[in-house]
């Protein structure tokens, strides 16, 4: 990737280092028969499996303190068990006709029987987290109620009481509803094939049944998107819509995040995902009859028809199957599946002796194996293994901002809402002012501004404290490898390990100072700080350390780097250099109010 602010060459984690994760263990009962009668005219066959898992992987909800909002983890047990039913026979079969036909039914049930993680939040439904108690592929959504009198959506929590969206920020898994699975619980298939003489009709019917479906977002109407789905016009216009509406109003440009997700998560935007489909159909016909040669055994002609019709049982008959990837959220349709007409043409020659030829193959694939499939790094990805990549790591400019890189009308995310915090900052009350609507639809900005009792909804994360503790872990993963890594020169590893420590000692900067007391030398020692976190590991639990312990880590850390740093101005300004650091030091003594201390740094 490439920095967006200095066009830096940077690695981004897409996943921490873990050594406690572990391999899933599966564990699998089967049992089945199958049965002949009639000459084989007659046939059934039953198998029921039963898989037990322990040590699931999955997306836990983590502590944000360790660097990460969520990781891959091994986090849950869950039992997966069903049934695969299937009877075939040939009903017709006369010198002339035969019609063979099958059909197949199949029922999976699953639960997770054990969670190791925290969830039942927004954002960790959100995330896909497992919940103890549900499918694997559950699905959640809002109980709501008619709209109010102003068009805004209304839900209704366990207790029955009814708020508006943002109610949804102190909601509990109690207060969600879990109206069924994203995958079908039945599932099957009806083939048939017809031969008359020389003609073949085949005929394939496909069913998906007992799952459910979200219908496409009509929430997202402020993004630059032609495919705005046609529930967004039976919204609310005006007073007296609530009575005939459930759609709310038009929003455009104001939806908060809070809002966005109850929209797309309404219980009316819940749908059976039941569809049975008539897959293919074709006709040939074997010219085998006509051929007067040696060498073709096989001449046949087949005309096929592709996905040629489907009924579904959602309220507008969209086909389920063609629901976005993302359809857990912010669902859209992608139209129906296309009709495919095809003409095939098959010929075979007279059989040879392939037996050398079919041993070569068998030989080629299994010296074709791969032992080593489980150290294959995936294609795009890298494993820090030099100076140079843990450099990368702190290209980011989420290392200089404290959060992701990029801008919110031209301000820096990372200081964004450490200005907002400031208690000289003032927002015109102006309604055309697309700042002030932007705001306006911010609740935690909102709540910042009008000194609210909170910022952030039991549903939101804190954005200051997840990304700087994000900085954080990767300025420790560096200080961690620093030693171990090889390609580089003394000079290169001390400029790299000296910019993590400065980095570190920012962090805990605007940490301390947002999140614990203002520093009193005579109550520092026992006023609470910040937890201070010194390694990458994202499985310790981290106590809060007081005010005194921070400041004096802080300034460790800007010693150590001010003995390592031997570049006073870096040419980029997201790497601090030793500049940096005495200005830094200089600042923090201020603060401390050790004036001589901080005038030697500053000069």
């Known amino acids: 990737a490439r920095d967006l602010f200095a066009g830096l060459p940077c690695l981004v984690i897409s996943n921490p280092e873990n050594p406690a994760l572990s391999w899933e263990k599966v564990y699998t009962t089967n049992f089945g028969f199958d049965l002949n009668m009639f000459r084989n005219r007659l046939s059934f066959s039953a198998d029921f499996y039963n898989r037990e898992?322990?040590?699931a992987?999955?997306?836990?909800?983590?502590?944000?303190?360790?660097?990460?909002?969520?990781?891959k983890k091994n986090v849950a047990s869950l039992i997966n068990r069903g049934v695969d039913l299937s009877i075939g026979g040939t009903p017709v079969q006369t010198k002339?006709?035969?019609?063979?036909t099958t059909l197949t039914l199949s029922y999976n049930y699953n639960k997770v029987t054990k969670v190791s993680t925290s969830g039942g939040t927004l954002s960790a439904m959100q995330e896909r987290n497992p919940l103890e108690g549900k499918p694997v592929d559950y699905l959640y959504a809002f109980r709501t109620t008619k709209l109010d009198s102003e068009g805004n959506v209304q839900i209704v929590n366990a207790a029955g009481e009814v708020g508006n969206a943002d109610a949804a920020n102190a909601y509990t898994l109690a207060d969600y509803l879990f109206p069924g699975r994203t995958s079908p619980k039945y599932f099957g298939a009806w083939s048939n094939n017809l031969?008359?003489?020389?003609?073949?009709l085949d005929w394939l019917f496909t069913y998906k049944l007992g799952h459910k479906m979200l219908m496409p977002a009509f929430s997202n109407v402020y993004i630059n998107s032609p495919d705005i789905y046609k529930t967004y016009d039976q919204r609310w216009r005006e007073s007296g819509d609530e009575e005939t509406t459930w759609v709310p109003r038009s929003t455009y440009g104001k939806n908060s995040g809070i809002t966005i997700a109850v929209y797309e998560h309404m219980d009316r935007q819940i749908e059976s995902a039941n569809v049975i489909r008539l897959k293919s159909v074709g006709l040939s016909y074997d010219f085998h009859r006509l051929l007067h040669t040696n060498w073709l055994s096989e001449l046949k002609l087949k005309f096929s028809i592709e996905n040629v019709w489907f009924t579904a049982s959602n309220r507008d008959g969209l086909d389920p199957d063609r629901m976005s990837s993302n359809s857990l959220r912010n669902a859209c349709y992608l139209g129906d599946q296309p009709t495919y007409y095809t003409f095939t043409l098959n010929l075979r020659r007279r059989e040879i002796d392939m037996k050398?030829?079919?041993y070569t193959l068998i030989m080629a694939c299994i010296l074709c194996s791969c032992n080593d499939f489980v150290d294959i790094v995936p294609k795009g990805n890298t494993i820090p293994s030099t100076v140079?990549?843990?450099a990368k790591m702190m290209n980011n400019g989420s290392m200089a901002t404290g959060g992701d890189a990029f801008e919110i009308f031209g301000i820096t995310a990372g200081t964004f809402y450490l200005e907002v915090y400031s208690d000289d900052y003032v927002l015109s009350e102006n309604p055309e002012s697309a700042l002030y609507q932007a705001y306006l639809a911010n609740t935690s900005i909102m709540n910042t501004l009008k000194w609210g009792d909170y910022i952030y909804g039991l549903a939101q994360s804190d954005y200051n404290w997840d990304n700087m503790y994000h900085s954080n872990y990767i300025a420790n993963y560096v200080l961690d490898n620093i030693d171990k890594v090889e390609e580089g020169t003394a000079y290169r590893r001390d400029e790299v390990k000296g910019q993590a420590l400065v980095h570190r000692a920012m962090n805990y900067f605007l940490l301390v100072n947002l999140y614990g007391k203002q520093y009193k030398a005579v109550t520092a020692e026992t006023d609470l700080g910040v937890p201070l976190v010194l390694e990458a590991d994202i499985n310790k639990q981290y106590p809060r350390a007081t005010v005194a312990e921070v400041y004096t880590q802080m300034l460790g850390d800007l010693d150590e780097a001010i003995g390592l740093l031997k570049t006073e101005v870096p040419k980029f300004n997201n790497q601090p250099g030793l500049a940096t650091a005495y200005a830094l030091r200089a600042r923090y003594r201020l603060w401390m109010q050790n004036y001589d201390?901080?005038?030697?740094?500053?000069?």
């Open 53 to 55: 898992t322990k040590d």
């Open 57 to 71: 992987l999955g997306m836990s909800v983590m502590d944000p303190t360790t660097g990460w909002i969520s990781v």
């Open 96 to 100: 002339e006709w035969t019609w063979n």
């Open 195 to 200: 031969t008359f003489k020389d003609f073949t």
């Open 356 to 358: 050398k030829i079919y």
């Open 388 to 390: 140079d990549d843990l």
């Open 597 to 603: 201390e901080a005038y030697d740094d500053a000069v």
